[in-house]
Nanobody, 119 residues
Framework: QVQLVESGGGSVQAGGSLRLSCEVS????????IGWFRESPGKQREAVAG????????WYADSVKGRFTISQGNFKRTVHLRMNGLKSEDTGMYYC????????????WGRGTQVTVSS
């Protein structure tokens, strides 16, 4: 089993920055991919960014490219999402998730951290 706990959410003005963190514990060696997802009111959950464990290759949604950066801490037990140039449309609940199968199917989810961007 894998446990993921998000932190770092909050309220910021448009143009501001936040850094989200995801603490990963348990059988982390089994994960091939860790990603960040968000749910916004009236919208479907969407993938925001992710990182492959075996080569640290990263992936970003077009809507956040150039503004968000995903990184892994020592021993891959922490995954950060640095968010710069925040926009009101970035508001939502952000979830960290881990997969044993790749980018499209997540096996483990955290409980989320709220990000609110006011214009």
């Amino acid at each position: 089993q894998v446990q993921l706990v998000e932190s770092g959410g909050g309220s910021v003005q448009a143009g501001g920055s936040l850094r989200l963190s995801c603490e990963v514990s348990g059988s982390i060696h089994s994960l091939t991919y860790i990603g960040w997802f968000r749910e916004s009111p009236g919208k479907q959950r969407e993938a925001v960014a992710g990182s492959f464990s075996f080569n640290s290759q990263t992936w970003y949604a077009d809507s956040v490219k150039g503004r968000f950066t995903i990184s892994q801490g020592n021993f891959k037990r922490t995954v950060h999402l640095r968010m710069n140039g925040l926009k009101s449309e970035d508001t939502g609940m952000y979830y960290c998730a881990g997969s044993r199968r790749g980018r499209t199917d997540m096996d483990f989810w955290g409980r989320g951290t709220q990000v609110t961007v006011s214009s």
